[in-house]
């Protein structure tokens, strides 16, 4: 099985830069997504990591470890529209199928 | 295409009642996912196809619940008997075989209400 922990929630101001964190274990890694859930709505992918190191996209970045098992997701210049829900989910063991951690609530605040 | 339309958005049914939930993804793509979602948690997956195969299903999954892909195309996920437990969120998504990521799209969900 997978084992996702992500903290259950985090609050940061406007303007400033936010690190939420995601560790996992399982067999047979084969890619880690962040998506991003807005209260009542779907989830939205925001990044993709299948080898070590930092992806860049806008104001939204994200790292993998393979060897930690371990992603985080860098929020830059954070707006008031960034409070919302972030999901870590990993692909292993051959599978197609993400599975997904209980998720990071993010609270922006002026 | 607009993405993946889930229908219904809203579901209210009494314990005991059938439901049915229709799953319409983005036309292209093989795979298509239903997860589970309550509140304060992630999406729990529940069963996958590619194309009209149902290829892995989760053994949390109830044998209350069917879901099926006749023709490759749109899904449908049926409950049976439902339970005040059965109350959540349920999400489609789908995904293309075609390129590197294969990240998932997801519907708006059908949110079930079970009174």
Known sequence: ?110 | DTGVSQDPRHKITKRGQNVTFRCDPISEHNRLYWYRQTLGQGPEFLTYFQNEAQLEKSRLLSDRFSAERPKGSFSTLEIQRTEQGDSAMYLCASSSIVGPNTEAFFGQGTRLTVV
């Open chain 1, 1 to 110: 099985g997978q084992n996702i922990d992500q903290p259950t929630e985090m609050t940061a101001t406007e303007g400033a830069i936010v690190q939420i964190n995601c560790t996992y274990q399982t067999s047979g890694f084969n890619g880690l997504f962040w998506y991003q859930q807005h209260a009542g709505e779907a989830p939205t992918f925001l990044s993709y990591n299948v080898l070590d190191g930092l992806e860049e996209k806008g104001r939204f970045s994200s790292f993998l470890s393979r060897s930690k098992g371990y992603s985080y997701l860098l929020l830059k210049e954070l707006q008031m529209k960034d409070s919302a829900s972030y999901l870590c989910a990993v692909k292993s063991g051959g599978s197609y199928i993400p599975t997904f951690g209980r998720g990071t609530s993010l609270i922006v605040h002026p």
